[in-house]
T-cell receptor, first 109, second 112 residues
Framework: KQEVTQIPAALSVPEGENLVLNCSFTDSAIYNLQWFRQDPGKGLTSLLLIQSSQREQTSGRLNASLDKSSGRSTLYIAASQPGDSATYLCAVKGNQFYFGTGTSLTVIP | DTAVSQTPKYLVTQMGNDKSIKCEQNLGHDTMYWYKQDSKKFLKIMFSYNNKELIINETVPNRFSPKSPDKAHLNLHINSLELGDSAVYFC???????????FGPGTRLTVT
């Protein structure tokens, strides 16, 4: 059974800092990996989708990488802003979708 | 122009009641899903459904049943509600080709 873990569970950084969020999964037989953000009391917003054949995807200040063989993905956020404060979730698609435990990010002005 | 919508946003009901949550997507996606997010914010898939197949997570009680009147709608019906059913329920849909998921705003269910 696929297990998805995100470390750290919580992260607090000063504004302007670059940061990396980690996602690891136990079964490398995946179709894709998707990063989401969730604001308190809200739904999930898709940030980046990486297909299993891809190594990375970029959108603005966000860059996500995927290393299937080692079962790891990272989400890099450049020049963090207070508006980036949210919970970040990764999800892998195998025979079904499996979500990670999330990283709660706080960017301090 | 909302992509995935759910109603109601909040639902408060008593134990033993039967309730439904509605979901609609206007993205033309073939597959729709229901997820449960517990108090620890962990998201777990309950069902995935497309025109061809219903996939049920084996841990979901049979009091929960998805109903799809057409490709754009997937409703969740819950019988004999229990206290442990209190959670936020999310609907989502995805493209067949990319598998990218889009989520609705969620329905917060409180069973008293």
């Amino acid at each position: 059974k696929q297990e998805v873990t995100q470390i750290p569970a919580a992260l607090s950084v000063p504004e302007g800092e670059n940061l990396v969020l980690n996602c690891s999964f136990t079964d490398s037989a995946i179709y894709n990996l998707q990063w989401f953000r969730q604001d308190p009391g809200k739904g999930l917003t898709s940030l980046l989708l990486i297909q299993s054949s891809q190594r990375e995807q970029t959108s603005g200040r966000l860059n996500a990488s995927l290393d299937k063989s080692s079962g790891r993905s990272t989400l890099y956020i450049a020049a963090s802003q207070p508006g980036d404060s949210a919970t970040y979730l990764c999800a892998v698609k195998g025979n079904q979708f499996y979500f990670g435990t999330g990283t709660s990010l706080t960017v301090i002005p | 122009d909302t992509a995935v919508s759910q109603t109601p946003k909040y639902l408060v009901t008593q134990m033993g009641n039967d309730k439904s949550i509605k979901c609609e997507q206007n993205l033309g996606h073939d597959t729709m899903y229901w997820y449960k997010q517990d108090s620890k914010k962990f998201l777990k898939i309950m069902f995935s459904y497309n025109n061809k197949e219903l996939i049920i997570n084996e841990t979901v009680p049979n009091r929960f049943s998805p109903k799809s009147p057409d490709k754009a709608h997937l409703n969740l019906h819950i019988n004999s509600l229990e206290l442990g059913d209190s959670a936020v329920y999310f609907c989502a849909s995805s493209q067949e080709t990319t598998g990218e998921q889009y989520f609705g705003p969620g329905t917060r269910l409180t069973v008293t």
